[in-house]
């Protein structure tokens, strides 16, 4: 039976140039096996994006576009006999 060591673990984020990656380890780490696990890293959004600042500058020409329209629809009542009639 094979004595099993402490389990000993390096987490680090690195940024991927190409499709290589290059990972240097401790020398307790030399002549060992290894498990390695690869996942992309989230990124909070911190800052609006360029993607939702174009969006919130073309919702905001909407409203500025239409801001002086104003339909009074406080007497409006929805009569379905007339939708119905044609």
């Known amino acids: 039976m094979q004595k099993l060591e ?3 673990a390096i ?3 690195v940024k991927i140039e190409g499709n290589s990656l290059k990972v ?3 020398d307790e780490f030399k002549d060992q096996e290894v498990d390695i ?3 992309l ?3 909070e959004k911190e800052s609006i994006s360029k993607e939702d600042k174009d969006l919130q500058e073309y ?3 909407i409203r500025d576009h ?3 329209i104003r339909v009074d629809l406080s007497n409006y009542k929805f ?3 007339e939708l119905y009639e044609r």
């Open 6 to 8: 402490t389990m000993n």
């Open 11 to 13: 987490r680090k984020t």
């Open 24 to 26: 240097d380890l401790p």
């Open 37 to 39: 696990e690869v996942t």
């Open 41 to 43: 890293h989230k990124v």
């Open 59 to 61: 919702h905001q020409s």
């Open 66 to 68: 239409y801001k002086d």
């Open 79 to 81: 009569n379905r006999d």
